[in-house]
């Protein structure tokens, strides 16, 4: 990706398109990464003058970026950079700092000697070594090899990376390399909905604008463009007007088979994934399942937790806004897909509670997530008889009403409560007897009227009418 100030497009009629590099940029692209190798064993400084020679008033944007791709793939892959000082700057400047100010040319010499001194070399190396690992000042030890046309490829992802990293929404089509695409959009933490199209919430359309949240969107377009067959479609603010980017595989001649190194730390779902296990021993956990369906939208779950023939799904959102969770909740639940979402506070665009949904801050509050799980994958209740046991939330049939942790009949609740009523109870221990007779526990008092005021754990507390 490139800053943003090196961005060539076209604007026409509501559309952008960008200028990608074609054939005829060939000698300028051979001209500079020959410039990269004739400057092995000079300061990177020394490199990027010898670029700007290159430049005018036409060229300067593709010359600079340019040389920005390849200082960037030369960081991974292609040249090699080293400090040109035995000393270690940063323990250099940390000395220097730590004397204090200098009001005098001679005063700070006296402090570089003193310095020299305690690193045992010469006045010279320390002023080498204080900025020594500043770009400019870094060695270029050896540059890999890069043609002029691989140059070019990257250069034009990178272009039409810059161009979707402030997009208001991403929406993409591809004919393969789904399970890749998909797992970068989990492991990116992208807000997305799949349908028959796959949308990315783009950074433009938050409030909280995060140079994080483009940065991760533009990190997913190398995995689509890699498909046989794709399409993207991309909405872009720019100056209080939205215009329309659209590409697809036509163009796929232009762009290198590349992959954006994507950055996934996996310990908290390794994490889950044992303290699940450790927990509930009775349960299958599986990571990383199939897209699930849900209708007509899709979603991508990080876990299926199985006991028996029952099942829950397990996503652990990235970014989010309340908003967002909102729309995903309800098309999971108009599919009856059984679904527990996971979300990071960091993670959020807005500060907010949610309800349905957990929200944790440093650990995954693991009580909350065992008490969803029971509520999926306890048997299913059978509504057999006068008193039900309840063991977890459920869809009460017409003719029960919910007491405490029972569902009671509607016509046998009407007469328990008569008989209560007639005892005028004002102890705990005064309404026992008909507890007893229904098999009824104490958490049923309050669906009846009535709040228990406890002096301990005595039958003889309080029993108050609501």
């Keep these: 990706m490139l800053p943003k ?8 009629k509501g559309k952008v398109f960008p200028k990608f590099a074609s054939d005829k940029d060939h000698a300028l692209a051979e001209k500079i990464i020959k410039i990269f190798r004739k400057g092995k064993g000079r300061k990177y400084g020394e490199v990027l003058a010898a670029i700007k020679t290159l430049e005018n008033a036409k060229n300067y944007r593709k010359v600079r970026a340019f040389s ?38 001679r005063e700070r010499q006296r402090i570089v000697e003193y310095a020299a001194k305690f690193f045992n070399t010469t006045p010279e190396e320390i002023e080498k070594a204080m900025y020594a690992d500043r770009d400019e000042e870094l060695v270029l030890v050896d540059v890999r090899q890069i043609t002029p046309n691989l140059l070019i490829k990257l250069y034009n992802l990178s272009l039409l990376q810059t161009a979707v990293f402030d997009c208001l929404r991403l929406n993409f089509w591809m004919s393969s390399n789904h399970k890749d695409v998909f797992r970068r959009i989990k492991w990116l933490g992208l807000m997305y909905e799949i349908q028959d ?22 990190k997913l377009i190398p995995s689509i463009v890699k498909a046989k067959n794709w399409w993207i479609r991309a909405e872009i603010m720019d100056r209080d007007r939205i215009y329309i980017l659209e590409i697809d595989d036509s163009f796929k001649h232009l762009f290198p088979d590349y992959d954006e190194k994507v950055e996934y730390d996996s310990s908290l779902e390794e994490e889950f994934a044992r303290k699940i296990k450790v927990i509930k021993p009775d349960v299958e ?38 908003e967002y969770i909102k729309r995903k909740l309800e098309k999971v639940r108009d599919a009856n897909v059984p679904l527990i979402l996971i979300v990071r506070e960091d993670y959020a665009l807005e500060k907010v509670e949610l309800d349905d949904v957990i929200v944790f801050s440093k650990s995954i509050p693991y009580n909350k997530v065992i008490k969803k799980l029971n509520e999926f994958l306890q048997d299913k209740v059978e509504f057999k008889g006068d008193v039900v046991k309840l063991n977890q939330k459920v869809e009460l049939p017409t003719d029960y009403t919910k007491a405490g942790t029972y569902a009671i009949k509607r016509d046998l609740f009407s007469k328990i409560k008569g008989e209560i009523d007639a005892l005028n109870p004002k102890k705990l221990k005064d309404v026992i007897p008909v507890l007893n007779k229904y098999d009824l526990t104490y ?24």
């Design 197 to 218: 199209s796959i949308e990315i919430s783009g950074a433009a359309s938050i409030l909280k604008m995060t140079r994080r949240y483009g940065t991760a969107i533009a």
């Design 68 to 105: 920005r791709v390849v200082e960037r793939f030369c960081v991974e892959k292609a040249c090699i950079f080293d400090i040109s000082s035995p000393i270690e700057p940063q323990k250099v400047r940390m000395f220097l700092f730590e004397r204090g100010y200098v009001t005098s040319k």
């Design 5 to 12: 100030e090196l961005l060539e497009v076209r604007r026409f």
């Design 443 to 466: 958490d049923v008092l309050e669906a009846f009227g009535y709040k228990i005021r406890w002096v301990g754990l005595s039958e003889d507390s309080e029993l108050i009418k609501v």
């Design 285 to 322: 956990v599986i990571r990383e399942p199939d897209v699930v369906k849900a209708g007509k939208y899709a979603f991508i779950p990080d876990f299926l937790i199985r006991k028996g023939d029952r099942e829950v799904y397990v996503e652990i959102a990235g970014f989010w806004t309340p």
